[in-house]
């Protein structure tokens, strides 16, 4: 199964990168930097790229089996997470585990809670129309 980690050079990315790696996954990491790209475990491969270039969303999901996506806080948070769901849906990958935050709901005015409210809409979507394929 291949596999692409979006922030998988963070801290909570980075150990999902190295327990799929144990877990024998082909494992693709989706930075901005070159230099973090080197800086992989072995196994991994670095993927240089930026969820907020078209370019990148329309290649970037191509041939992969399933999503871990870890969005950094930051003003573009909420756009880098709809941008990465659409490249998902337009080239069907069909599992996605997105780590967004606890009790989401009871802190909407906070930004960083709030930016993940419109991704978790969209997730859910994505989540229904993988596992419920419309009636033919």
Not at 1 to 28: D, F, W, Y
Not at 69 to 92: D, F, K, P, Q, Y
């Amino acid at each position: 199964m291949k596999i692409l980690v979006i922030g998988g050079t963070g801290t909570v990315g980075s150990e999902v990168v190295r327990e799929l790696l144990a877990r024998k996954a082909v494992v693709q990491v989706l930075t901005r930097s070159e230099g973090k790209a080197k800086g992989l475990p072995a196994g991994a491969q670095g993927v240089v790229g930026d969820l907020l270039d078209p370019g990148t969303v329309r290649s970037v999901f191509k041939g992969v089996d399933g999503v871990f996506m870890l969005i950094a806080v930051s003003t573009t948070e909420t756009h880098e997470g709809l941008m990465a769901l659409n490249g998902m849906r337009m080239t069907g990958v069909k599992r996605l585990a997105y780590m967004s935050v606890h009790n989401l709901e009871q802190a909407l005015h906070l930004p960083h809670f709030g930016s993940k409210l419109p991704i978790e809409n969209v997730y859910k979507e994505f989540r229904d129309s993988v596992h419920d394929p419309p009636a033919e």
